[in-house]
């Protein structure tokens, strides 16, 4: 099959790039670009959501066709390069949680696994997958991933085919975005810093007055409930901070 340049007009061009667009996006959003999920379902929802809004980015792309191959491997791969901006951004903003359960697995215990099975990686990955996958699971119940749709459909306000890559605003973006995701990070994590500090206080001075007490084993069960009964106690909070942050910095993607 032979596809000529002239046929590539009108809303044609419009899926082509826009599934440029939206299909890079939609491999790195959260949830939906996890590894986990297959990629023909994120192949189809990509497509259906192309679908979805093309009458509505039509305006957005030139109606006559490329004047050349050239031409039109440079609009797609702009499109692309766009698309995987936007989902990055997406990425940082989740990696938000992945920080808070590093420190929060460091301060109850959990981290000491590497220190018996190296095959770990040197991380304990059980509380970060917990409260990402809880993350991920309230975005979709408070209908937040319509923020993620509606950005897409935003990218096109903020970063218009007709204009240039703003390399310098993403990149502030960028910094400003891995700033952010990485203070609240610590913030949900601080009571549990302050938790494992006083712990560990504590049990140094049993230590001291008590050398015989194998302390290391009476502090780790000990530290691993508390921490538990901890987490329990501000699950809450934590998930309500970063929903609001969630939402917060989604909507600036939204143009």
């Known amino acids: 099959m032979v596809i000529h340049l002239?046929?590539?007009?009108?809303?044609?061009?419009?899926?082509?790039?826009?599934?440029?667009?939206?299909?890079?996006m939609v491999m790195l959003l959260p949830a939906i670009g996890d590894t986990a999920v297959p990629p023909m379902i994120r192949l189809v929802l990509a497509l259906a959501i192309t679908f979805a809004i093309a009458p509505i980015i039509a305006h957005y792309y030139p109606a006559a066709p490329p004047a050349s191959v050239m031409a039109l491997v440079l609009m797609i791969l702009k499109e692309v390069v766009i698309g995987l901006l936007i989902g990055v951004m997406a990425t940082i903003i989740m990696s938000t949680l992945q920080v808070a359960g590093s420190i929060i697995a460091s301060?109850?215990?959990?981290?000491?696994?590497?220190?018996?099975?190296?095959?770990?990686g040197g991380e304990d990955t059980s509380i970060s997958n917990f409260i990402t996958l809880l993350g991920t699971v309230l975005i979709f119940a408070t209908n937040l991933h319509h923020l993620a749709i509606g950005a897409i459909i935003g990218s096109y306000h903020i970063m218009?085919?007709?204009a240039g890559l703003p390399a310098a605003d993403m990149a502030r973006l960028s910094v400003r975005l891995v700033s952010a995701s990485f203070a609240l990070g610590l913030q949900l994590a601080a009571p549990f810093v302050v938790f494992g500090f006083a712990v560990n206080i504590g049990f140094g001075f049993l230590a001291k007055m008590m050398p015989q007490l194998q302390v290391f084993?009476?502090?780790?069960?000990?530290?691993?409930?508390?921490?538990?009964?901890?987490?329990?106690?501000?699950?809450?909070?934590?998930?309500?901070?970063?929903?609001?942050?969630?939402?917060?910095?989604?909507?600036?993607?939204?143009?």
């Open 107 to 120: 301060q109850i215990g959990l981290s000491y696994s590497q220190s018996f099975d190296p095959a770990f």
């Open 6 to 24: 002239a046929n590539l007009s009108g809303i044609v061009l419009v899926y082509l790039l826009g599934f440029s667009r939206i299909g890079a």
């Open 160 to 162: 218009p085919p007709s």
């Open 217 to 255: 084993f009476i502090a780790m069960p000990l530290n691993l409930l508390a921490g538990f009964f901890l987490m329990i106690l501000l699950i809450g909070t934590m998930m309500t901070a970063f929903l609001n942050f969630f939402g917060t910095q989604m909507a600036h993607f939204m143009g």
